[in-house]
């Protein structure tokens, strides 16, 4: 695995170099010796972090952090301000930078600085994130949050189900208990691209109701930024087709646009209690 790259900013070869000896092992560096370099390198290398020097020929420090944080392209990158002028501290820090580090500095202290402002910057890219199960049905795929699934099976052998629409036709038991099995291929009405024995059950817990949906194939879950994720009030066509109700947004993650779909929205709760009703032992005797 790659290390994380830093862009380390200063007009001091002295500085630059302790910099290099205190981080090189923990970091892939980049250096730059004035704020115009700096500014072509911070677009061009996207380091994971900057650390900037305020006084400098050519460009300032503080005006090489507001150009970064006015970029959309690097805004998100945090910037480290490493100066003796202290008096700058706050007036950076109203511009964005990330943390304040005073020279003389110790190793620990340069570390320790780099480390929290990675870790700041890994928790808002958090933020707005969203872990979804890709899954395919026919020739379609599209995602589901991750919240709520409970695990996911090779179909097993099923039972009718008594009464319920096209689509939740079929039940069989996990761990004693009943869970129905909604075939998705039905109800986006297209049809199955391998056999049953092939398919995958997707275990869904729903307010304390369970229930299975049979697709074709499941991907392994991931986790995608919020940058991934395109809203649904943002994505046209959105008052038609199947499961409209049920689009979250869309995952615009390489190659085609994934449709999100909160499976709530794939059978109504009323019916789900209804038929883990019909379910209960002594209505299943009665039914035989």
């Known amino acids: 695995m790659s290390l994380p790259s830093l862009l380390l900013v200063d007009d001091s070869d002295a500085i630059l170099a302790l910099e290099r000896a205190i981080l090189s092992g923990h970091y892939a560096l980049n250096t730059a010796s004035n704020g ?14 900057m650390l900037l020097d305020l006084s400098m020929p050519e ?19 945090p910037v480290i301000i490493i100066s003796s002028e202290t008096s700058r501290a706050e007036a950076c820090l109203s511009l964005g930078a990330e943390l304040f580090l005073s020279k003389p500095f110790r190793a620990d202290e340069l570390l320790s600085a780099v480390e929290n402002a990675l870790q700041n910057a890994r928790r808002r890219a958090r933020a707005g994130s969203m872990a979804l199960l890709r899954l395919g049905v026919g020739g379609l795929e599209f995602a589901i949050p991750l919240e709520g699934v409970r695990q996911v099976i090779l179909q097993p052998a ?112 009323e019916l789900l209690r209804e038929a883990v009703d019909l379910l209960r032992p002594e209505k299943l005797e009665r039914s035989a």
């Open 36 to 49: 115009r370099e700096a500014l072509e390198k911070v677009v061009r290398v996207q380091p994971a972090a």
């Open 158 to 269: 099923t039972r009718p189900l008594p009464l319920g629409p096209g689509y939740i036709s079929e039940f069989f038991e996990l761990k004693g208990q009943p869970v129905c099995v909604l075939d998705l291929a039905r109800r986006l009405e297209v049809g199955h691209s391998e056999s049953i024995e092939e398919r995958k059950l997707v275990i869904l817990e729903m307010d304390g109701v369970q229930l299975a949906l049979s697709v074709d194939a499941v991907q392994d879950p991931e986790e995608y930024p919020a940058s991934d994720i395109e809203p649904r009030e943002r994505v046209g066509g959105t008052g038609h087709g199947h499961l409209r109700d049920a689009l979250v947004g869309m995952l615009r993650a390489g190659g085609r646009p994934v449709p999100i779909f909160d499976p709530k929205a794939f059978a109504t709760q």
């Open 59 to 77: 460009m300032d420090g503080d005006e090489v952090l507001k150009r970064v944080k006015a970029d959309p392209a690097t805004a998100d990158i």
